[in-house]
């Protein structure tokens, strides 16, 4: 009996707990379903602003560099240090959609670095405007520095000597600035390195690392031509009292002694012929003043540098304007710098050493490269073949627009890649038949019958011919390190980016 009544009661306290649970619930389920709801809004909603890109411009990255479209969309670099190379011919449209989009957001974002501005003073203005209007725009005044390099305007130059004895941290150093000047002042030297050449070379080298250890307060470019422009009798035995500068030039000191006359002047001549090109006036002003650091990307003092050029006077100004270039990257290119922007427009007009490396070596130093060009046969024709293609492989973020060349738009439908595409088949087939009667006479018939059906092929996503009449701001588009959604490869209209107004003053 007892145990009756115990079951009774725990039957009526489960179903009375139950009954309670259930009122409970009922009450306490629309709660949490709206908080699941609300929940679930917010991670639809983090994740569609995760994905959209392309239609928003991308905040959370303060290096990115970002292009409209002309759909209102955006294109996002995410990762500049990886490399841009920008291939188009004149008219593309390179300029307004790349470049003064990148100056203005290199700025934007604290940037320094080097803007190389071929057709001076385009680029130049639009620099110095980018950082002049930054330091309207922002509460704290821009600490990057603007300084510009022209041999032509003398009066809005600054002046530079990228030959200071504190930029020869070494012989290799030497080294690296004689090559630089040869290769630009003797462009077949650059793909064909003979006797002569390496000779001219190891002559510069050691008049370079001469000056920096016996003459240093002279020691700049004018000088160091001028030394080399007198006597060889003279600055040899000079030369050969330093022992390191003895074993750089041995070749040519043991012509020397043994009187050997035409191996003598084809070397010293070979040397002497092409410093003539750059023994000009505005050249050696320019360059025997110090006005700023080469060390662009000091945290403590950033700076951008203009370097102007003249195409009607390139083979003049190009040499000087590469060994400015290439002491300016041997600084940037270390550890614990600013974030720092190497522009090259129309690169192929100067052949810097170790180019085509400065990508990869620079990625981790946070150097964003952008290699801009009217064509790939001119980095083949200044670099060669080889270099040409680690400079494009090292260049992770790739846009192509109108070329003329039909190698070049090949290259880039390639490039693309293929698709498979179905294609519909239509197709007749005859038959004819013969009967023969007792007379060997007889008639003939004929069947005909359509056929129809469907195969795949592949074909070009974009065919060369479309290259050709790709139109101003529509590049063909490589990204790294793109965003889902995004195709390897795809092809946008892009926004021109108009040039600020023209300033009264360069400096």
Not at 389 to 412: D, K, M, P
Not at 432 to 437: I, K, M, P, V
Not at 452 to 462: A, D, F, I, S
């Amino acid at each position: 009996m007892l145990l009756l009544s115990l079951f009774f009661y725990f039957q009526l306290f489960f179903f009375a707990g139950l009954a309670l649970a259930l009122i409970n619930f009922s009450i306490v389920f629309p709660f949490l379903m709206r908080l699941l709801g609300k929940g679930c809004r917010l991670i639809r909603k983090g994740l569609s602003k995760s994905n959209s890109s392309l239609t928003e411009p991308a905040k959370e990255n303060p290096f990115v560099f970002r292009f409209e479209t002309t759909d209102d969309k955006w294109v996002s670099v995410q990762n500049p240090f990886r490399g841009t190379l920008v291939v188009g011919g004149a008219g593309s449209g390179k300029t307004e959609t790349y470049a003064n989009a990148i100056i203005r957001q290199a700025v934007d974002k604290n940037y320094c670095g080097i803007v190389y501005d071929f057709k001076y003073p385009a680029l130049t203005n639009e620099l110095q405007a980018a950082i002049e209007a930054a330091k309207i725009n922002t509460v704290k005044k821009n600490e990057v520095k603007f300084f510009t390099i022209n041999f032509e305007d003398l009066k809005n130059s600054n002046r530079v000597n990228p030959l200071h004895p504190r930029y020869i941290k070494s012989i290799s150093h030497a080294e690296e600035y004689a090559t630089a000047i040869v290769n630009n002042l003797i462009p077949e030297s650059i793909q064909r390195t003979d006797f002569w050449v390496r000779s001219s070379i190891a002559l510069l080298q050691a008049a370079i690392w001469y000056f920096r250890e016996e003459r240093s307060e002279n020691c700049d470019l004018p000088h160091i031509v001028r030394f080399l422009q007198s006597d060889p009798k003279e600055f040899l035995e000079l030369m050969r009292q330093h022992p390191i500068c003895q074993n750089l030039i041995s070749s040519i000191l043991t012509a020397y002694d043994r009187k050997a006359d035409n191996q003598l002047a084809g070397t010293i001549g070979t040397l002497q012929l092409a410093l003539n090109k750059i023994c000009a006036p505005e050249i050696s002003y320019v360059l025997s003043g110090n006005d700023f650091d080469l060390n662009l990307n000091n945290p403590e003092a950033p700076a951008f540098l203009a370097l102007g050029n003249t195409p009607g006077l390139m083979d003049t100004f190009s040499p000087v304007l590469s060994l400015i270039t290439t002491v300016a990257l041997k600084m940037m290119n270390e550890e614990g710098k600013q974030h720092s922007l190497v522009l090259l427009d129309e690169a192929p007009t100067l052949y810097i050493p170790k180019l085509e490396t400065l990508p990869a070596t620079g990625r981790s130093r946070k150097i964003a490269v952008v290699f801009m060009c009217q064509d790939i046969s001119q980095i083949n024709d200044k670099y060669g073949n080889t270099k040409k293609e680690t400079i494009i492989s090292n260049l992770a973020n790739q846009f192509y627009g109108r070329v003329s060349n039909l190698q070049t738009a090949e290259y880039i439908s390639k490039l693309v890649g293929r698709k498979d595409v179905r294609m519909e088949n239509f197709g007749i087939s005859s038959t004819t038949s013969h009967s023969y009667g007792r007379r060997n006479s007889g008639t003939a018939s004929t069947n005909e019958s359509l056929s129809h059906g469907y195969n795949w092929q592949e074909r070009p996503v974009l065919k060369p011919q479309a290259i050709f009449g790709f139109k101003q701001g529509q590049f063909a588009s490589l990204i790294a390190e793109r965003e889902d959604h995004l195709s390897p490869v795809f092809v946008a209209n892009y926004k021109r980016i108009p040039p600020f107004k023209k300033q009264s003053t360069v400096l």
